[in-house]
Each structure stands twice: as structure tokens, then as C-alpha cells.
T-cell receptor, first 115, second 113 residues
Framework: DQQVKQNSPSLSVQEGRISILNCDYTNSMFDYFLWYKKYPAEGPTFLISISSIKDKNEDGRFTVFLNKSAKHLSLHIVPSQPGDSAVYFCAASAMLRGGSEKLVFGKGTKLTVNP | DSGVTQTPKHLITATGQRVTLRCSPRSGDLSVYWYQQSLDQGLQFLIQYYNGEERAKGNILERFSAQQFPDLHSELNLSSLELGDSALYFC????????????FGEGSRLTVL
């Protein structure tokens, strides 16, 4: 059961244009959402996050939008740069009973930004 | 550099063998997480430790075990290895029990022949 889905395995955009990466989730218990970026031969690095009480969070060229009713979030990168070429993972977390937490990742979307 | 150190970076072994992957979290981080990334798969959560105690368990096989030591480093033990265990194993750490921003190591690539 895949609770966090990134339906596009890859995305290609031109430098300077907007990149939109999408993510859907099924578990309504998730209350915190994150995006990670991963370059080859490196571990994932945190990019941006959003709490379920917000619908938008912006950090420079990166903006994450959350639509709770649709259980959908998206990451917008504008303008896109060749250095943004990487695999982007969407992740969602929920606090569980007993104090443990659950952080679930999607399969990732490979973004290629062409010069 | 995330501050999380994983060793070894690469490991090749045969089916039926046992290996141990090691992780040193960022200084001061109490939580350690282990993830598995197989080909075309996302990051599958295996297990989390917080200050030496198991905190959460994911899709970890019975052939796999982990522990966190008093100095907070962690080891993931994989035994009776099968071809399908070939994957990238990531360790991540965070300061406290709250998930959110995890700091990942560069991963240990395990190849089972």
C-alpha cells in the first residue's frame, strides 16, 4: 500500500521555466509534508516542508502548495536552473500513538532542467 | 556534508552471508533512522531508534536487525542475504523525536551476488 505517490517518474523542463512536481497521499493522519532533493551518489537533503495547517510555504525559488481536501501537494521551482536537476522525493509524516512517528516517502521524480 | 557518516560505502557479498552497516549520526542527534532504497523504489522505512531505544518499525525483515549504542551510533545487521537485498541503505538522524527534517548519510550500497 503506497501511501505517498509521485506518479511522474521523470520531468524535463527548460532553464528559466517553472518546474512543478506533484505528490498525492492517501493517509489523512499525515500532518507534515516535506520535499527532499537527491543528487547521484549523495544522500537525500531536505528542501522545504509544510505543516497541514498551512496551504503554502515559500523559500526562495521553491514553493510548496498543500491541498488537504484533495490530499495533494506540489513543489514549484521557478525559475528552474540546471543545478536543480536531481531526484525529488515527497515525504509525509504523522505522529502515532505511543509517541512514535511515521515518515513515508514517495518513489521520487527525476527532474532534468535543460540549459 | 550532512554530518551523518555511513560505512562502508560499498559492499559486495554472496547470498547467505551476513553484513553489518554502520552509522554515526550528527553530533547531538538522538534519533537514527534506517531506510532501504531498491531499484525504482522510493525510500522504504526500516526502523527508527531514539536515544538507544527502538521507536518505530517499518518494513524490516526478520533477517534484519538494528541497534543503537550508548554513544548513539547505530548498526544495521543483515543476515541470510538474498539477491533481492541488494539496495542502497541510508541512515538518517534528527535532533529529537519529531520527524521533519532528517539528515541523511551518503548511503551504503550493498550488492548481493
Amino acid at each position: 500500500d503506497q501511501q505517498v505517490k509521485q506518479n511522474s517518474p521523470s520531468l524535463s523542463v527548460q532553464e528559466g521555466r517553472i518546474s512543478i512536481l506533484n505528490c498525492d497521499y492517501t493517509n489523512s493522519m499525515f500532518d507534515y509534508f516535506l520535499w527532499y532533493k537527491k543528487y547521484p551518489a549523495e544522500g537525500p537533503t531536505f528542501l522545504i516542508s509544510i505543516s497541514s495547517i498551512k496551504d503554502k510555504n515559500e523559500d526562495g525559488r521553491f514553493t510548496v502548495f498543500l491541498n488537504k481536501s484533495a490530499k495533494h501537494l506540489s513543489l514549484h521551482i521557478v525559475p528552474s536552473q540546471p543545478g536543480d536537476s536531481a531526484v525529488y522525493f515527497c515525504a509525509a509524516s504523522a505522529m502515532l500513538r505511543g509517541g512514535s512517528e511515521k515518515l513515508v516517502f514517495g518513489k521520487g521524480t527525476k527532474l532534468t532542467v535543460n540549459p | 556534508d550532512s554530518g551523518v557518516t555511513q560505512t562502508p560505502k560499498h559492499l559486495i557479498t554472496a547470498t547467505g552471508q551476513r553484513v553489518t552497516l554502520r552509522c554515526s549520526p550528527r553530533s547531538g542527534d538522538l534519533s537514527v533512522y534506517w531506510y532501504q532504497q531498491s531499484l525504482d523504489q522510493g525510500l522504504q522505512f526500516l526502523i527508527q531508534y531514539y536515544n538507544g531505544e527502538e521507536r518505530a518499525k517499518g518494513n524490516i525483515l526478520e533477517r534484519f536487525s538494528a541497534q543503537q549504542f550508548p554513544d548513539l551510533h547505530s548498526e544495521l545487521n543483515l543476515s541470510s542475504l538474498e539477491l533481492g537485498d541488494s539496495a542502497l541503505y541510508f541512515c538518517a538522524s534528527s535532533p529529537d523525536r519529531t520527524t521533519g527534517e532528517l539528515f541523511f548519510g551518503e548511503g551504503s550500497r550493498l550488492t548481493v551476488l
